[in-house]
């Protein structure tokens, strides 16, 4: 397993994203660290290990042992989301008892601003997250999802849907579908952002204070779908 280590908790990824572990070597973190930024720069069309390899002093094979395709490592760095994420949802509901409180926490958790994480210092988390909001759908909008989903590299993004499915399911046993709110809620809060940035006509989300209005909406709209009398 690869596993990013962050305050004595190892963030386990599945060794199918990649060929070699990229947190065993220098090269393998620069290799993570610059192509989350150059991603965010130039998108992923424009993106190739050719100008990764240029960026950080290396060639382009000593990429390619480490990850067999962009996509691959675009799906590596989607995965390091999701699992960060699943990691900073139980600190934020470990100790909380009251079953809507956790919930309302872990939807804050879910479609909160990003902040940089220190105990990362090989990737800006911001920058990560501009990554997914743009371009996570390229990791399972395309033909060969079924094989991908077969050999489970969407596990982390369902273990954290789960998780807060879960929490729906406590607050409100007779909603029939809390998997497919919370995917909803995961999927709009990147959609809000990125409406209210570049398209400000398809949303109500203020667009000077994106972050904390899209997190207003969704979570208002998730306690009023699961328990409208409540």
Avoid at 99 to 118: G, K, S, W, Y
Wanted: aromatic share 10%.
């Amino acid at each position: 397993m690869t596993q990013h280590v962050t305050d004595g908790v190892r963030l386990q990824l599945d060794p199918k994203f990649h060929l070699k572990d990229p947190t065993t070597s220098e090269l393998g973190l620069a290799i993570v660290g610059q192509g989350i930024l150059m991603i965010d720069e130039m998108g992923y069309e424009s993106f190739t290990f050719r100008k990764l390899a240029e960026r950080i002093g290396t060639t382009e094979a000593s990429v390619y042992r480490y990850f067999k395709s962009k996509h691959r490592l675009l799906l590596y760095l989607i995965a390091l989301y999701w699992t960060w994420m699943e990691y900073r949802l139980m600190l934020a509901t470990r100790n909380v008892v009251d079953p809507r409180e956790r919930l309302r926490l872990a939807l804050h958790e879910l479609t909160r601003p990003i902040e940089r994480d220190d105990l990362f210092p090989h990737v800006d988390e911001r920058v990560l997250y501009r990554v997914v909001v743009a371009e996570s759908s390229k990791v399972y909008l395309h033909r060969d999802v079924t094989d991908e989903n077969r050999d489970g590299l969407f596990l982390s993004y369902k273990r954290l849907c789960r998780a807060v499915a879960d929490l729906i399911s406590v607050v409100s046993p007779r909603y029939a579908y809390p998997v497919a709110l919370v995917s909803t809620v995961v999927e709009s809060s990147h959609l809000q952002r990125y409406f209210a940035e570049h398209l400000p006509r398809l949303t109500d989300v203020d667009r000077s204070r994106t972050d904390w209005s899209t997190t207003e909406f969704l979570t208002d709209m998730v306690f009023r779908t699961i328990a409208p009398d409540m």
